[in-house]
């Protein structure tokens, strides 16, 4: 990638984003020349263990941003709406993945595949899509480019790893509750979520619509340049701990044979087809776990109509988050950003 | 209900549909006046608990229908189109869970609250729609006769016990292999079942839609008598042991606000609306087994059309199966077919 190397800090090191960040941080060969994990006052003190070695994690403060080139934050949006302003202030570029800068206008939303040009007019700070817009949108962009979006209407199957660890560890109490006999208690989400599915992420505005909802239309827009796309959508938890999946309904501008859509999605890159029924074959959240590639299939024409249907599935701790944050770092630095 | 009694004959009465319907004959005093517990050979020599009372399971076998007044079929398709018309023959009103003769033009497809005139014309043999449709239609049928139907978008979240007892042993084995760091074997489903999502419900079809998703068009269009009502579908399952969900788009004849569509399904019978997104009310899974009501909840318009998005869900094996088949004969007895 390049010989220089820099300084990188992670905010939020020990939360499960956070971790996945560091595995691929390592694994991606990332050219960092000094980490500095941050985080909390609770986690200071504790070390990660980051290319076999172990560094101590240091308080989430202006200070510790001084001579930052990178600063991922896998934290709370109250902590990235404090602190963020400050790293960029200091010169560092921020790559943020809560949902506190996305719809800023002077804030570019990114998925690199689709819209890196957007970095250019970046003013140090980048938002990183929630992690359902993400796999959503990868594999709307392969359609649109072949043929228009007119509409899409979809339904979200959201895998608990969405919450962090408050959500992996409300389905795994449950879970050995239920075993013993004893009733799922719910904390993390507003129902019981073991062997059950919850028809809210996040929670509910006035208007009926879970914010989650709300974020997939207006980041689904901003990320594909277009303000006014109509986009349907409902929202689902369900007991899976990695990997979300969606099942999404398409109207092109143009019609589209689902063959040509599949040789769009397949040429795509970050997308991959998994979809060949006669064999069974199709993507699930299992499938896609520690990948970086969203998976598509059940590639179809609706009955009644012109439309596409498809099926999408992503890990989203890796290109939902992780990997899609680094991937916005390695293009800054591609094009000369940093 | 009546003061005379019928001779009752249920095949596959050992397994998951014939158990709930053996539970809610006796809970809801269907007049019986002899039960004929009856299975394939395997089963024979077993007895099943009905009103207290241990009652010898018997052959499934044409000279078993002798003398009987309904036999319910909550058995394989197979064995539903080999003994069904016996049992007709020997006049018995057949009622059957199958999918067999769901689409044969002299074979009346009911959902009591909605086209129970259907059962006048019968001829022997009444069909029970598929588990997935009955809820579906439930929460259809009220939305209709307010406003229209124009064009349905669904996207189903199916329980494990739509496939019966190996479908609920399937997740159970998962769960416990994955607990203790096995693999998940799948052998009832085409992929992994626990802790996952699988967007093929039974076998794909050469068009690449599943049969579950056919049968879903064309039920719901026997059934509310619209031979060309646009219904787009995709068929999931997922690791929950009972409850079918549904993810529904609406688009009505005429305009319909969502106090409207709350107050039309509130008022029709069977169907219970739990909505109120202030205080986190929605249906799940969990809230509905055991319950012979269709709950709907998250009733709202499209942020960008007039359509009416919904969220549906019924217990497969009463409403989606048993309750239904048994109201199918208490309206054949009130309507004096019987």
Redesign the interface.
């Known amino acids: 990638m390049s010989e220089r190397s820099f300084v990188v800090a992670v905010v939020g090191a020990t939360g499960a984003v956070g971790e996945v960040l560091l595995t691929l941080l390592a694994e991606r060969d990332f050219p960092i020349g000094e980490l500095r994990p941050l985080a909390s006052e609770r986690s200071v003190g504790s070390t990660i263990r980051f290319a076999g070695k172990d560094v101590p994690v240091q308080l989430a403060e202006p200070s510790a941003f001084d001579g930052a080139d990178f600063v991922f934050f896998a934290a709370t949006g109250s902590l990235s709406k404090d602190l963020a302003p400050e790293a960029a202030k200091r010169g560092a570029i921020v790559i943020d993945k809560s949902s506190t800068w996305r719809l800023n206008d002077d804030v570019p939303l990114v998925v690199p595949e689709i819209n890196a040009d957007a970095l250019e007019k970046h003013q140090g700070i980048i938002s990183c899509p929630n992690c359902t817009t993400i796999g959503f949108v990868m594999a709307l962009e392969p359609i649109r480019r072949a043929a228009g979006l007119r509409q899409v209407?979809v339904?979200t199957?959201q895998a608990v790893g969405g919450t962090g660890k408050p959500g992996l560890d409300e389905l795994e109490e449950q879970?050995a509750a239920l075993r013993s006999g004893q009733p799922?208690v719910p904390k993390v989400y507003?129902?019981?979520i073991a062997?059950?599915?919850?028809?809210?992420c996040e929670s509910?505005r006035?208007?009926?619509?879970s914010t989650e909802e709300v974020k997939l239309?207006h980041e689904t827009r901003k990320i594909l340049g277009m303000s006014s796309l109509?986009?349907?959508m409902?929202c689902?938890r369900?007991?899976?701990?990695v990997?979300h999946?969606a099942?999404i309904?398409i109207e092109t501008e143009t019609p589209l044979s689902?063959a040509a859509a599949r040789e769009a999605l397949s040429a795509f890159p970050g997308v991959e087809v998994m979809d060949d029924?006669?064999n069974?074959i199709?993507p699930?959240?299992?499938?896609v776990v520690d990948r970086d590639e969203v998976l598509v299939?059940?590639?179809?024409k609706?009955?009644?109509?012109d439309?596409l249907?498809i099926?999408q599935v992503s890990d989203n701790l890796r290109k939902g988050a992780a990997t899609n944050a680094i991937q916005i770092a390695e293009a800054m630095i591609s094009r000369g950003l940093r």
Do not use: E
Not at 302 to 305: E, F, K, L
């Open positions: 209407i339904t199957l879970k799922a507003a129902a019981q062997d059950n599915v919850v028809p809210l509910f006035d208007d009926g619509y239309l109509d986009v349907s409902t689902v369900v007991p899976v701990p990997g999946s099942s309904l689902a029924p006669a069974n199709f699930t959240p299992a499938d299939g059940r590639i179809r609706d009955i009644g109509s439309r249907w099926w």
